[in-house]
């Protein structure tokens, strides 16, 4: 049997007022595999752990097969926990690990089949004798995972299972956790924080920021239609670029978006997405541009759809099969706070000034609790001279990031044509919110 898991409005207060999850509603289909992927303290493991039954709800519902469910003991929801730290018994061996959840369900009853067939499924037969001490990190996580499912689970839920594991095995079990959850065709949520890890195991992702739910939908719409520039940041390596524009619309000129010492100038005749662009004229906007929506070459050698710009190199990363070059292209990059820090940005909420009838809408409607997803200066304050970076924007430098092979031969301080493809602009507004491409373009991603 595999469950269908519903949580709706749930939100989640250890202290009064202050909600580590706000209102998070999400409905998990029989059978699938959903992860829930956000940076660290945004409230994942808290989600997980109320649908166990491990943390209490503190308002809205929780929803097993459709029935209310609240108030379940963890032990009659019929569901498998993996945790990070995978506990073994270190005085038991591999098979009194194993049917320990058996044994104690039913005292009298042989575990030994079970954990025999158990052990068969995820290829540890030779490890049952062992004791806890004698098996390598994944080892262990591999009888951790026999563990949960010996109990026919309806549904398992993974909190970072394969975070204390080197890279190349976080990789293998990847594969086989996902396998062996299909195979059992039973219900998964899975908690990452790393995304490569959430877009190749999830049938979909749900991101979190703050304890906000952001976006939820397949690995590749949240890719290719994130909801806001958090989602798009968060997602995808190299991170999107994202700098500041300002959109120029003259009535009887060529559209272009300035960024700063550059622009680029929107190819005519315009696309629909770039018609939809002509009502933010004189509005500062932020620019998204994935790698693949950049390439090293001549002016000269532009296809239908791309731009010149150039950049000047300012540090390279090799990375073997390819470089990823960061160039200073005089644009000022957007802050997106949250991608790593642990607390939302508590304080640029603070400066907050009271904001417009919409803003404090929003705000009501739980939509800004975590604060801005990005950060530009009050256009009220803006200045002709751009301003100092704050720390976080000085970090890395240069402001545009290009994947390049290794054969290109680059040298720090050299000035480099660059060609921007326009059909892969991303255009957010003051807010962070995604304003092109609209969903219309790809609808069959939209959720
Ligand atoms: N028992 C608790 N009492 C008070 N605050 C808590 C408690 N447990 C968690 N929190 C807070 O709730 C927020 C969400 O925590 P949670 O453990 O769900 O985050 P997470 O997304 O799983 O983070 P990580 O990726 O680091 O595991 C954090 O700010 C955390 O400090
Ligand atoms: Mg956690």
């Known amino acids: ?53 491990l943390e209490e709800i503190t308002e809205g519902d929780l929803l097993l097969d459709g029935e209310h469910a609240n108030d379940l003991q963890p032990s009659e929801r019929e569901m498998a926990m993996v945790f990070q730290n995978f506990a073994l018994y270190p005085n ?41 001490r004698q098996l390598s990190g994944g080892e262990r996580q591999r009888v951790a995972m026999g563990r949960a499912i010996v109990r026919q689970p309806s549904a398992f839920l993974m909190d970072e299972p394969l975070s204390n594991l080197d890279a190349k095995l976080r990789s293998h079990l990847r594969a086989e956790i996902s396998t062996l959850t299909r195979q059992l065709g039973v219900t998964t949520v899975y908690v990452t924080h790393d995304q490569a890890e959430a877009m190749s195991l999830g049938d979909r992702v749900a991101v979190l920021r703050g304890g906000v739910l952001q976006q939820v939908g397949s690995p590749r719409s949240v890719y290719a239609l994130p909801r806001n520039v958090f989602v798009a940041a968060f997602i995808g390596t190299p991170r999107i670029n994202l700098l500041r524009g300002l959109i120029r619309a003259p009535i009887d000129g060529a559209m272009s978006i300035n960024l700063g010492r550059q622009y680029l100038r929107l190819p005519e005749p315009l696309s629909l997405d770039h018609q939809l662009l002509r009502v933010q004229q004189g509005r500062e906007v932020i620019v998204g541009l994935r ?6 070459a001549k002016p000269a050698s532009a296809r239908p759809g791309e731009v010149p710009i150039s950049g000047l190199v300012e540090h390279m990363e090799f990375q073997g099969h390819e470089v990823l070059v960061h160039f200073n292209t005089g644009s000022q990059p957007a802050v997106v706070p949250d991608l790593e820090a642990p607390y939302p940005a508590r304080a640029i909420r603070r400066r907050r000034r009271e904001g417009t009838v919409l803003d404090r809408i929003r705000e009501r409607a739980g939509a800004l609790r975590a604060g801005p997803v990005v950060v530009l200066d009050d256009p009220h304050d803006a200045q002709p001279d751009p301003p100092a970076p704050t720390a976080q924007e000085s970090r890395l430098p240069g402001d545009l990031v290009v994947r390049s092979t290794p054969d290109i031969e ?36 939209e959720e």
Do not use: W
């Open 1 to 53: 049997m595999t469950r269908a898991i519903s949580l709706h409005h749930v939100s989640k207060a250890y202290t009064r007022g202050v909600r580590v999850v706000d209102r998070l509603s999400l409905d998990i289909a029989p059978g699938e595999f959903l992860v829930l992927l956000g940076p660290s303290g945004c409230g994942k493991s808290t989600v997980l752990r109320m649908i166990a039954g």
């Open 92 to 132: 038991m061996t591999s098979r009194g690990n194993i049917g320990f959840p058996l044994r104690i369900e039913s005292p009298g009853e042989d575990s030994g089949p079970r954990v025999d067939a158990t052990a068969r499924m995820l290829g540890i037969e030779d490890l049952l004798d062992r004791y806890p």
């Open 291 to 296: 790698s693949e929506a950049i390439r090293i």
């Open 410 to 445: 680059l040298r720090l301080g050299m000035q480099i044509p660059l060609l921007v493809d326009l059909a892969h602009l991303f255009v957010f507004d003051q807010h962070g919110d995604r304003i092109s491409p609209a969903s219309a373009r790809l609808p069959d991603l």
